[in-house]
């Protein structure tokens, strides 16, 4: 994990079990999991309980993800209402962005 100007950046492979592991792209889902993911990162759960996902917008795939991919995921903080906090996810392969997402958290 590096603390840049930009947000906090760490390395997520991605791997899968069961039926996914077949060749060919992840699915989607997948790979804004583990964007989601990635922000607990940067937000250390307060009373030993994670934050809870409460939603995601601007989620788009910009290439296809393997199983064995190295994706550099970037998370910034975007602030907080109340008890609700907003971040943005990125995530780059291979040097090309993949992945963009919004999301809010609760807790």
């Known amino acids: 994990m590096e ?7 760490g390395v997520v492979l ?3 079990d069961g039926d996914v592991t077949r060749e060919g ?11 989601a993911q990635a922000i607990l990162t940067v937000e250390q759960p307060a009373g030993g309980s994670p ?7 601007g989620a788009r795939l910009l ?9 550099e995921v970037t998370v910034a903080d975007q602030g907080s ?4 906090r907003r ?3 990125r995530a780059v392969r ?3 962005l993949a992945a963009v997402a919004e999301f809010t958290v609760s807790g």
């Open 3 to 9: 603390r840049t100007d930009v947000g906090t950046v």
């Open 63 to 71: 290439q296809p993800i393997e199983p064995g991919d190295r994706l």
């Open 87 to 89: 971040y943005a996810c």
């Open 94 to 96: 291979a040097g090309a």
């Open 81 to 84: 209402f109340g008890t609700l």
């Open 25 to 35: 792209p992840l699915p989607a889902t997948l790979v804004f999991e583990a964007l």
């Open 51 to 57: 934050p809870r996902l409460v939603g995601i917008d």
């Open 14 to 16: 991605a791997t899968a």
